[in-house]
């Protein structure tokens, strides 16, 4: 996750984006805001990246992937959901979760906002429509993962309803918080 600095919201012009699904077209787009927070050095630590062919699993059915963009169609961030398919999980392993709760967890994998549009709110409301995507579905948990220093991603996500639940290292010996957001009472 990528953080958003909230008080550079105040001083940034007032900018429309509009949020939807993600199609094969936006795959560049997607692309190279990717490129650019993984070329990030002021903290590399806190995102990891991806390839293209991940992006495309997700738009053919793997997850949903969310993509915001400026009124004018300039491409301002992404957030990409990994859908329950029994696969080992790398993060609901860690949690030691039973096979039955894999297949009822998605998990919000990546996030993402360019550097231009950092301060808008942005993170916060691709979750938002994200999870108005996945109502309807059988899923009891939420997953992500954020790297503990960067407190701007943690209050979104914590914002959105997400909670510590452990401390890791995963994603070849990151540190992160794995946060979980419970569906099911």
Known sequence: MMMENQKEAEKKPEISFVIRRAVEADVPDMYAIMEEAAADQTHPDWFVSSDMDY???HLAGKG???IARTEDGEAA???VIELPDSDVDELTE???FTLEQR???AVMDTAVVTGKYRGYGLQGRMLAFCEAELKGRDLWYYLTTIHPDNRFSLANMQGGG???AKRVRCYGGKDRYILMKKLKK
Do not use: P, S
Request: aromatic residues 16%.
């Open 55 to 57: 992006m495309r699993r």
């Open 64 to 66: 949903i992937t969310a």
């Open 77 to 79: 961030g992404f957030f």
């Open 94 to 96: 860690l949690l030691e």
């Open 103 to 105: 297949d009822h967890t």
């Open 162 to 164: 997400f909670e510590v």
